[in-house]
C-alpha cells in the first residue's frame, strides 16, 4: 500500500482541490482528514456549529416583521 500524505489549508469546507498526486487513474484511494489542532476549543466548536446551521436550505433569514410577530403572539397567548 503506498501512502502519500500533503498538508492543505481549507479555504472552502466544501470543496478540496488536490492536484500531482502519485496515483494512476481509476486507482482506488482511502482519504482521511486529520485536523492538526490537538483540541477545538468549545468557542470554534460553536463557530463550526452555527456555520453548520446557518447553511442548512431549510434556514430562512428572519424580518423584523416575523420578530414583531412572533412577540405579539407570545404576548397573547398563543
Do not use: C, W
Request: aromatic share 8%; proline share 5%.
Amino acid at each position: 500500500m503506498l501512502t502519500y500524505r500533503t498538508h492543505v489549508v481549507i479555504k472552502n469546507p466544501h470543496q478540496i482541490l488536490f492536484s500531482d498526486l502519485p496515483f494512476r487513474v481509476g486507482e482506488h484511494v482511502e482519504v482521511l482528514f486529520l485536523a492538526l489542532e490537538e483540541k477545538i476549543s468549545e468557542e470554534r466548536e460553536l463557530a463550526l456549529l452555527l456555520y453548520d446551521t446557518e447553511s442548512l436550505p431549510q434556514i430562512q433569514p428572519l424580518t423584523e416583521e416575523d420578530i414583531v410577530k412572533e412577540i405579539t403572539a407570545f404576548r397573547a397567548g398563543r
